[in-house]
């Protein structure tokens, strides 16, 4: 059997634990980035964790004929992962074309690609976004996806339309995985998240405010329907939801698989507060964080967490790292960074 894979947004947060996963597992992996949010070095990070170095090119999933020359000549590709995308949400609303550009224009060209050399199973990272403010909790995949609240939102929610057209064609058979907050780092410490700039997401500000890069946390809004008042979020460590997506690969090479295009949410199916997150981070790592309330931040949902019991029976996946583990290894993180340049 081929067992040669693509991760597109390899050198990503969230692909680089996926192809560290994938060589724990066998799999021959290639990744490419456009590294517009990444670096290079991660290739090497990567080898250093798995003994094995993935195979790595530059290339824009926008630049159409880049990208079918790249699978011409890869075309023993067997499945692709596709993380390629812009995901800051604020950002999103100021550059709403930059967006659609970027994550539809690559998705489309890449899918062509894909049908070029006859590659048809294609995981696809989606987000709990695509719910919204869920009526029930937790959030099946069953609930209804809501008008998206950022371009961010819409381009996760038109990829999953084009990717379902594209597999009533008959040329393609996919897993869209949402997924709900992906936290944490690799137990070595040696990929992680690494945002550019001021971080958005609530654990890198905090690693960064522990290790003294920031102020002050603040705590945007204390006034929600939630026991604490903070909002609620389903954190998942970033090697469990890694895991997932061999699990999902493996799936659409299986013979088991019914549908052709299928949705699984990946969450823990806990809802945590933020400061049962910062209560948690200063616990276990014995720091204090500097914080404080402040207002509401505009697009935020109050609260959300998954039912995760379709991938639990049907894919077989299950989260096992709790909270603790999580911000250990978030907090390990930020202090290999603090004393090395990657
Ligand atoms: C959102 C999306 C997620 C998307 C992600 C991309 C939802 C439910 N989730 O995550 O699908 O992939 O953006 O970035 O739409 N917080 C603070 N202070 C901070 C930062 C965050 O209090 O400095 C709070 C937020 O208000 C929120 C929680 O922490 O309640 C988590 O925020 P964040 O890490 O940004 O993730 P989401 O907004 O949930």
């Known amino acids: 059997m081929n067992k040669k894979i693509l991760v597109t947004g ?71 992962i596709h993380f390629a995308a812009y995901k800051a949400v604020g950002e999103s609303t100021e550059k709403p074309l930059m967006y659609y550009q970027n994550n539809l224009g690559s998705l489309t060209n890449m899918m062509e690609a894909m049908a070029s050399i006859g590659c048809k199973h294609l995981v696809f990272s989606s987000s709990c976004t695509v ?19 950022s371009p961010y939102g819409n381009t996760k929610q038109i990829s999953e339309e084009i990717i379902f057209d594209q597999c009533l064609a008959g040329n393609l058979e996919a897993i869209s995985l949402r997924y709900f907050n992906p936290i944490g780092a690799h137990e070595t410490a040696l990929i992680g998240e690494l945002p550019i700039g001021v971080p958005n997401n609530l654990v890198p500000f905090i690693t960064q405010t522990a290790i003294g890069k920031r102020e002050m ?38 013979e088991n698989n019914l549908e052709r295009f299928e949705i ?34 505009p697009g935020d949902v109050e609260k959300v967490w998954a039912d995760t019991t379709k991938a639990n029976e049907v894919l077989g996946w299950k989260a096992e790292l709790g909270l603790e583990a999580m911000l250990r290894s978030a907090w390990k993180w930020e202090k290999f960074l603090q004393n090395k340049e990657i």
């Open 10 to 80: 390899g050198t990503g947060y969230i692909g680089s634990h996926t192809a560290v996963e994938l060589q724990n597992c066998g799999y021959e992996v290639l990744i490419v980035d456009n590294l517009a949010n990444s670096n290079e070095n991660i290739v090497s990070q990567i080898e250093k964790i798995t003994g094995i170095r993935p195979g790595f090119t530059q290339l824009d999933l926008c630049d159409r004929q880049a990208t079918l020359d790249y699978f011409q000549k890869h075309s023993d590709i067997s499945g692709v």
């Open 264 to 297: 699984f949410n990946l969450g823990t199916g806990i809802g945590y507060s933020v400061l049962d997150i910062i209560l948690t981070f200063e616990g276990v790592n014995g720091v204090k964080l500097n914080y404080r309330i402040a207002p509401r931040r």
């Open 131 to 149: 719910y919204g403010q869920p009526a029930e909790l937790p959030v099946s995949e069953k609930a209804p996806v809501k008008k998206a609240m």
């Open 217 to 254: 946390l603040q705590v945007f809004g204390d006034d929600y329907n939630t026991p604490d008042g903070t909002c609620i979020r389903d954190y998942i460590h970033v090697v469990d939801l890694a895991k997932a997506h061999i699990v999902a690969l493996e799936r659409l090479s299986g």
